[in-house]
T-cell receptor, first 112, second 116 residues
């Protein structure tokens, strides 16, 4: 069966520090991968999606970047974090059969 | 462009009662899918139910049913016989099927509180 994991689960970082959140999927090949952000009490905002290795599409201009170095690995990064980067980050992959999005456990980032 | 609107920031229901969470959507594309997800306080996103735009019948999954009214562009979630464990945030979402990939756009969510 397919599984998705992301880490770290919780992160507290100072303004201006770098960021790296990692997501891996197992049990499927060539998935579409996504990074979403959820601000406190808000809905999910799509940040990046990837349809293959090295292929990244950005949905909103921002201080973050994404990379897909391997088929089932998706990384969210920043060189210098801003206060506004705080939030709950969710990695997800798509099932082609149903269109259902499967989410990781989420990473809660607090920038101080 | 796709847009999902959830106009109820919060809803209250008593245990064992039914509740309807509203969702309207906007797209000019004829092929799309509609989803509902549940997010408990733990933060995980749990898939509840799916409705395709060409599906003739309303989707049902256990206590969850989707009241799909295509002409009105609404996809309301109905939870029957509410349980305390149903207290959570609920998100409606939509994806377009003809783009070669599935990009899910979410609404702002409705917080449901089930009281004893």
């Amino acid at each position: 069966s397919q599984t998705i994991h992301q880490w770290p689960a919780t992160l507290v970082q100072p303004v201006g520090s770098p960021l790296s959140l990692e997501c891996t999927v197992e049990g499927t090949s060539n998935p579409n991968l996504y990074w979403y952000r959820q601000a406190a009490g808000r809905g999910l905002q799509l940040l990046f999606y990837s349809v293959g290795i090295g292929q990244i599409s950005s949905e909103v201009p921002q201080n973050l970047s994404a990379s897909r170095p391997q088929d089932r690995q998706f990384i969210l990064s920043s060189k210098k974090l801003l206060l506004s980067d705080s939030g709950f980050y969710l990695c997800a992959w798509t099932s082609w059969n149903t269109g259902e999005l499967f989410f990781g456990e989420g990473s809660r980032l607090t920038v101080l | 462009a796709q847009k999902i609107t959830q106009t109820q920031p919060g809803m209250f229901v008593q245990e064992k009662e039914a509740v309807t969470l509203d969702c309207t959507y906007d797209t000019s594309d004829p092929s799309y899918g509609l989803f509902w997800y549940k997010q408990p306080s733990s933060g995980e996103m749990i898939f509840l139910i799916y409705q395709g735009s060409y599906d003739q019948q309303n989707a049902t999954e256990g206590r969850y049913s989707l009241n799909f009214q295509k002409a009105r562009k609404s996809a309301n979630l109905v939870i029957s016989a509410s349980q305390l464990g149903d207290s959570a945030m609920y998100f409606c979402a939509m994806s377009l099927m003809n783009t070669g990939f599935q990009k899910l756009v979410f609404g702002t969510g409705t917080r449901l509180l089930v009281s004893p």
